[in-house]
């Protein structure tokens, strides 16, 4: 079966810091890739998508993701922190088998927080 | 309201009782998904909808859940005889394609739901 796996449970950083989270997903099939950001006390929100293209993704606040599919990663990376990056972020993957769902499987998501 | 909408926002529930959890999409979004989130998990695939039909409930964890959407718009996840393994928080998101993955999911805020 499908997965994802995000190996940081929990990061905290200082402001300023840069941030790497690793998501690895396994599926040899065609995928489509996603972090979604949960800021405290408010839904799942989009923070950026890979579906094909050029691997390198920026997303919304000075996100950006590379996919690399020899890896099967798609890792999250910022180069400096703000405290208001302090959220839990997941990342999911939409795979594509006969034709069905485009469903999302998501990992178990890290927790971050940033201290000022 | 521009994004989805879901109610309540918080179920208590007694183990044995009947619940019923409503999603209100965005408007004209055709595709409809319902995931469920336990604590400390990522979200988990319940069922997905394309207009009022139903067309992927592999992620349903028995025969007392049940989802549906007759007119295409507004959708109501039931669960009856809740158990307490039942206690998760309820999403909902929307998309706006038939079948591509090129859209985002949109989330909703959740339904807490607490079985005692």
């Known amino acids: 079966a499908q997965s994802v796996s995000q190996h940081n449970h929990h990061v905290i950083l200082s402001e300023a810091a840069s941030l790497e989270l690793g998501c690895n997903y396994s599926?040899?099939?065609?995928?489509?890739l996603f972090w979604y950001v949960q800021y405290p006390g408010q839904h799942l929100q989009l923070l950026l998508k890979?579906?094909?293209?050029?691997?390198l993704v920026k997303g919304i606040k000075g996100f950006e993701a590379e996919f690399i599919k020899s890896k099967f990663s798609f890792n999250l990376r910022k180069p400096s922190v703000q405290w208001s990056d302090t959220a839990e972020y997941f990342c999911?993957?939409?795979?594509?088998?006969?034709?069905?769902?485009?469903?999302?499987?998501f990992g178990t998501g890290t927790l971050l927080a940033v201290q000022p | 309201g521009a994004g989805v909408s879901q109610s309540p926002r918080y179920k208590v529930a007694k183990r044995g009782q009947d619940v019923a959890l409503r999603c209100d999409p965005i408007?004209?979004?055709?595709?409809l998904f319902w995931y469920q989130q336990a604590l400390g998990q990522g979200p988990e695939f319940l069922t997905y909808?394309?207009?009022?039909?139903?067309?992927?409930k592999s992620g349903l964890p028995s025969d007392r859940f049940f989802a549906e959407r007759p007119e295409g718009s507004v959708s109501t996840l039931k669960i009856q005889r809740t158990q307490q393994e039942d206690s998760a928080v309820y999403l909902c998101?929307?998309?706006?394609?038939?079948?591509?993955?090129?859209?985002?999911?949109?989330f909703g805020p959740g339904t807490r739901l607490t079985v005692l």
């Open positions: 998101a929307s998309r706006r394609d038939t079948g591509s993955s090129y859209n985002e999911q949109f």
């Open positions: 599926y040899g099939g065609t995928v489509n």
């Open positions: 890979y579906f094909s293209g050029d691997p």
């Open positions: 999911a993957v939409n795979v594509y088998y006969g034709g069905a769902t485009n469903k999302l499987i």
């Open positions: 408007s004209g979004h055709v595709s």
């Open positions: 909808f394309q207009n009022e039909a139903q067309l992927d």
